[in-house]
């Protein structure tokens, strides 16, 4: 079973920078494509940034310039550094894996980021 636990969530002023860290355990085929989404109090989820486990970046226009995606295959661990941040990048940031020979996906529980003086 497949499991997918975030950290580094929390209040950060405008301006700021925080990095969120995503441990994928279990079997975990590649390749694969893990990623970030994030979701907005009334908004529906949406992509931040995704990296393919050949290390190839995807960003949403929001984030371009301002966040950086990486992941440690040895570790299967994705990471988002977000800098710049704006009140407008509060939500539930979360973690989500693709295996894609199986087309399986998989969540985390998500981890709140609040950007706010």
């Known amino acids: 079973q497949v499991q997918l636990v975030e950290s580094g969530g929390g209040l950060v002023q405008p301006g700021g920078s925080l990095r969120l860290s995503c441990a994928a355990s279990g079997s975990i085929s590649s390749p694969n494509v893990m990623g970030w989404y994030r979701q907005a109090p009334g908004k529906e989820r949406e992509l931040v940034a995704t990296?393919?486990?050949?290390?190839?970046?995807n960003y949403a226009n929001s984030a371009k310039g301002r966040f950086t995606i990486s992941r440690d295959n040895a570790k299967n661990t994705v990471y988002l550094q977000m800098n710049s941040l704006k009140p407008e990048d509060t939500a539930i940031y979360y973690c989500?894996?693709?295996?894609?020979?199986?087309?399986?996906?998989?969540w985390g529980q998500g981890t709140q980021v609040t950007v706010s003086s």
């Open positions: 989500n894996l693709v295996v894609l020979v199986y087309n399986s996906h998989y």
């Open positions: 990296i393919t486990s050949g290390g190839s970046t």
